[in-house]
């Protein structure tokens, strides 16, 4: 029975199932491909597969490319005469065609006639790995061990992941391989918080991974959050002498969004950073500029939840007071103020220090430079009293007022003329804000 117009029309549109490659092997000619996954459009050193032929026999041999249905795609070589034991190069660079497997297929015929081939397979890859990391378990801890799990779509095997550790704010603190699986499309690890033989410090973190394929393209997972809290030892800082020729100009309260705004809009214009210390009740009301000031990769602390001094509190009190802070931070913007605490007023005893070393705060941080802002001194007499009072590694205090807002740019311009250029708190501490010592 002959098929129907429209059967017919169905059969001939309907798409070829796609097969894998089937390499063959032979003792008269034999093909390898170095590599057998690349880029077309990678850089030059990468982009091409170099493939060596072997003839055992004497005759002529052709080279070709085909799809996995067999289609000749690309000549490679074509009837070129051979001599027994000779070797053959040439390279294809997959110009012109889609991602997926293909056969370089050679043809070895004899004098006699006799035809002997061989095929191996190679993967043209130009699309980044499609990358997943799982969520974080636990998403909180002490110590670790946390356990990862990366998987990937791809058409070619993994050669590598990478998982990689950023502080909240960005900044890269390093990286730790993580195990392949059998699959060769996923990765795992139980990581322990070290990097460096370094415990990472409390604190919120960014996790990624990066996986790169064998053709070499790399992909990059979504982040996950790993928040990290314990105990610490807290010890208190007024300067920091080795930071070498910078500044930290730091910022209490924060009671008004707008003020926290216009300093933000300042250091930004001034292409610098800073260290807010704001209360949590002030967080909470502007959560708005809480979170620019992240984004803006500037270093927060937390400065209690309501402004008390501390030492006509009990230990239990104070405790409160630092993870009131603490929690609002994360419940606004998902980070954390450790490990910089900063007492109001600068009021505080060694309870104080142990209360915020129980909330994972590293360092109490004081000043060396206190130009009296709250008094709203004019915007020169403000600048005057810093410039000519800070040091290399000097800690500023001033508040997040509109008087001091208006004499940012100025006091950056000022301190700058010096020779001393305005940094956060994580820019000066650098890794100490982050890990511990080493072996700690």
Known sequence: MFATPLLLAALLSAPFATRSVVPIANTNVAIAAVPVAFNPTATARARVTTIVVNAQTAGTLTIVVESE???TIKPLLSDATVAAGSEATVTWDGAGVVDGEYAIHATLIHATGVSSEAIVAVTVDTTPPI??????????????????RASAS???????????????LGKRLGTVPMLLGDDRASAAIAWTLRLRKRLLLPGVYTLTTTATDQAGNVGVSPP?????????????????????????????DCIRGSDWLAIIRAFKAAKAHT????????????????????????TIGSHTWAHPWMTRLSAAEQN??????????????????????RPPYGDHNAVTRSEAGKRGFAYTVLWDVDPSDYLNPPARVLVARVTQNARAGSIVVMHANANTAAAVPALIRALRNRGLEPKSLDEMF???AFLTPANG
């Open 154 to 168: 791809d058409i070619t095997y993994l050669r590598r992941v990478v998982l990689t550790i950023d502080s909240q």
């Open 275 to 298: 260290t807010f210390f704001c209360n949590g009740v002030h967080v909470r009301s502007n959560p708005d500029a809480a979170r620019a000031a992240v984004a803006g990769g500037h």
């Open 320 to 341: 409160s007071q630092i993870a009131g802070d603490q929690e609002i931070w994360w419940q606004v913007a998902r980070v954390s103020p450790a490990p910089f605490f």
């Open 430 to 432: 650098r890794t100490r």
């Open 69 to 71: 249905r067999g289609i």
């Open 224 to 252: 996950r959050i790993l928040r990290v809290q314990r105990a610490v030892r807290n010890q208190a800082i007024y300067s920091l002498r080795d930071a070498g020729p910078v500044v930290a100009l730091t910022f209490d």
């Open 131 to 148: 990358v997943r990391l799982a969520p974080v378990v636990p998403a909180t801890t002490a110590r670790g061990p946390v356990d990862l």
